[in-house]
């Protein structure tokens, strides 16, 4: 994280507490909603370019992709963050990554510091919300910041059954993991959120967080997403709009370490950097 300025994000993530934090959720809301639609204006799609040169030293990187939404060309910025792979997402395993991003933090779920918010303390559990009292302590947690310039969907991280979807209202803190420093995951502990429970083909439960912030106006659930529901591993299952980040505990421990660049559809258990 050197290429970040430590004094900036400390800056950022005090504002984000002490200001847009003072704000309600609803006034959080719509501000964040008014802001999103300005990427969903047609005037919007000619930011796709420098975006692409700045982010990935490409202009045309956008090529490699294809719009979002099922478009056959790209009509706002929008089509670029919810872009979709030309080809299937291939999977190789039967535990994969879920999604594309920042892996700002790790650890088993007994080991986790907990997190002082707004003068509570708080443990990570509390982002699974009615099923983090059955997470083993044993579990693996991990935290996935999706920058601005990740590919914005979820993938199912196995094969088995949808047990629970719970959607928990929230503020909408800024996610920056840099503007956070030693609590990376504390916007999950306030943040709205859907929350999914899976059963695997092992009879091992799957334990995920889907977090929004400002200007992710939507998190979009697929159709596959339903208690009762079968996915299969690499399954898309939800979508972002902007930056996001997710949350998810599992039986398997990741070989990647915190602090580096994670590829969705990798195995959890290989340490494949991207």
């Not at 993991?177 to 709205?192: D, G, H, V």
């Not at 939507?218 to 079968?230: C, D, S």
């Not at 990741?254 to 559809?265: N, Q, Y």
Request: glycine share 10%; net charge positive; with cysteine.
């Amino acid at each position: 994280m050197a290429f970040h300025s430590a004094t900036a994000y400390k800056v950022l993530g005090f504002l984000s507490l002490n200001l847009w934090g003072r704000l309600s959720a609803s006034v959080q809301r719509v501000i964040s909603a008014t802001i999103s639609r300005l990427y969903e204006t047609r005037f919007s799609r000619f930011m796709i370019g420098p975006y692409c040169l700045w982010q990935f030293g490409s202009w045309f990187h956008y090529r490699q992709f294809v719009p979002g939404g099922g478009k056959n060309r790209y009509e706002t910025f929008q089509d670029f963050f919810t872009r979709d792979f030309v080809s299937p997402l291939s999977v190789s395993d039967k535990g994969i990554w879920p999604c594309e991003g920042f892996l700002c933090e790790k650890g088993k779920v007994s080991e986790i510091p907990r997190v002082k918010v707004k003068g509570e303390v708080r443990n990570l559990r509390t982002v699974f919300g009615g099923s983090g009292p059955e997470i083993p302590n044993d579990y693996h947690f991990i935290n996935v910041f999706l920058h601005n310039k990740n590919y914005h969907h979820i993938h199912s991280p196995v094969s088995g059954v949808v047990n629970s979807v719970e959607h928990i209202p929230g503020e909408l803190l800024l996610l920056r993991p840099w503007a956070y420093r030693k609590t990376p995951s504390l916007p999950a502990l306030t943040n709205e959120r859907v929350n999914v429970s899976l059963q695997d083909d092992q009879d091992q439960k799957w334990y995920l967080s889907i977090v929004g912030g400002p200007m992710v106006a939507t998190i979009n659930r697929g159709p596959g997403l339903k208690e009762g529901q079968r996915v299969t591993v690499g399954e898309k299952i939800a979508s972002f709009r902007l930056g996001s980040t997710l949350c998810m505990v599992s039986p398997v421990p990741p070989a990647i370490p915190a602090g580096i660049w994670v590829s969705v559809g990798h195995p959890l258990h290989q340490h494949k950097p991207s």
